[in-house]
C-alpha cells in the first residue's frame, strides 16, 4: 500500500499563489509517476499534471505556463506550484501516485486539499 498525504491548500484570491505538497510512503517503488488531478462540485475528476520518476511533465491545457510540477525522489515527494490562480479553479486538490508492477496498474489517492479561489 502506498500512502499520500497532501498539505499547502488553502484560501487565495484571483491571482495569486499557492503551493501543494503530497509525501508518498508504504510500498513506493522507483519508476512510479506522481501527479496532481482535481475535482470541482459536481464535476469529474481532471488530471492537472504529473510526472514520472525521471521528471518528464505533463499537464492540462488550461494550466500550461501558470502551474509547475516538481517532485524529490529522496524524499517521495511531490510539488504543485501553482501561479495566477482563478476562481474557476477551484476545487479539491488530490495526489495520485501510479504505478506499474508485474505488468499490472496501481493507482493511489491522497484525501484531498482544498484550494478555494475568491474573485
Known amino acids: 500500500q502506498v500512502q499520500l498525504v497532501e498539505s499547502g491548500g488553502g484560501l487565495v484570491q484571483a491571482g495569486g499563489s499557492l503551493r501543494l505538497s503530497c509525501a508518498a510512503s508504504?510500498?513506493?517503488?522507483?519508476?512510479?509517476?506522481l501527479g496532481w488531478y482535481r475535482q470541482a462540485p459536481g464535476k469529474q475528476r481532471d488530471l492537472v499534471a504529473t510526472?514520472?520518476?525521471?521528471?518528464?511533465?505533463n499537464y492540462a491545457d488550461s494550466v500550461k505556463g501558470r502551474f509547475t510540477i516538481s517532485r524529490d525522489n529522496a524524499k517521495n515527494t511531490v510539488y504543485l506550484q501553482m501561479n495566477s490562480l482563478k476562481p474557476e479553479e477551484t476545487a479539491v486538490y488530490y495526489c495520485?501516485?501510479?504505478?506499474?508492477?508485474?505488468?499490472?496498474?496501481?493507482?493511489?489517492w491522497g484525501q484531498g486539499t482544498q484550494v478555494t479561489v475568491s474573485s
Open positions: 510526472v514520472t520518476f525521471g521528471g518528464t511533465t
Open positions: 508504504g510500498s513506493i517503488f522507483s519508476g512510479n509517476a
Open positions: 495520485n501516485a501510479h504505478q506499474v508492477l508485474f505488468g499490472y496498474d496501481y493507482d493511489y
